[in-house]
């Protein structure tokens, strides 16, 4: 079971880019790295997906190095919206996904 | 686009009981996944249904089965309510034999036992 690492919690004021560091180094070749963002009682919601380097969209910027053992998303200037716990999955097998404990980012005004 | 909707939204349930909790799937979606989330916890993987047969298991007693329909919609059972059974019941859909596998998720069922 390839699971995750990553902090348990971040705080950032707003306007400031975040990051969050994910390490995953038991990642099958074929697995992709996805991030997800969950606000208090709401399901999950899909931020951001890459294999390798780097995958950006309008909400974020993922990064994955050439050993795809760590990946880093890149959320750029926060605001208090973007206070949540995102998650970084490791695929079971197929679409079936581990989620671990996730990072809890809470932006400051 | 018909998004993922789960019902009920609260429920209460006594220790012992039985509790039928359901999902629709995002249209076009053809595999649907369970998961437990406690609270201050991220959601574990109960169990997945792809052509009405479950695909996928966690680390979840038998008490906790599942159903798939035709429809692609889906129902989680469980027996014999233990007070840990206390959780955000997490629906996701999603197409199977995509490379990427994205999950859409429901709001959840938050279910209390006492």
């Known amino acids: 079971l390839a699971k995750t690492t990553q902090p348990i919690s971040m705080d950032s004021y707003e306007g400031q880019e975040v990051n969050i560091t994910c390490s995953h180094n038991n990642i099958a070749t074929n697995d992709y790295i996805t991030w997800y963002q969950q606000f208090p009682s709401q399901g999950p919601r899909f931020i951001i997906q890459?294999?390798?380097t780097k995958v950006t969209n309008e909400v974020a910027s993922l990064f994955i190095p050439a050993d795809r053992k760590s990946s880093t998303l890149s959320l750029p200037r926060v605001s208090l919206s973007d206070t949540a716990v995102y998650y970084c999955l490791s695929p079971v097998a197929g679409n079936q996904f581990y989620f671990g404990t996730g990072t809890s980012l809470t932006v400051i005004p | 686009e018909t998004g993922v909707t789960q019902s009920p939204t609260h429920l209460i349930k006594t220790r012992g009981q039985q509790v039928t909790l359901r999902c629709s799937s995002q249209s076009g979606h053809n595999t649907v996944s369970w998961y437990q989330q406690a609270l201050g916890q991220g959601p574990q993987f109960i169990f997945q249904y792809y052509r009405e047969e479950e695909n996928g298991r966690g680390n979840f007693p038998p008490r906790f089965s599942g159903l798939q329909f035709p429809n692609y919609s889906s129902e989680l059972n469980v027996n014999a309510l233990e007070l840990d059974d206390s959780a955000l019941y997490l629906c996701?859909?999603?197409?199977?034999?995509?490379?990427?596998?994205?999950?859409?998720f429901g709001e959840g069922s938050r279910l209390t036992v006492l």
């Open positions: 996701a859909s999603s197409i199977s034999g995509t490379v990427t596998g994205e999950l859409f």
């Open positions: 890459g294999y390798k």
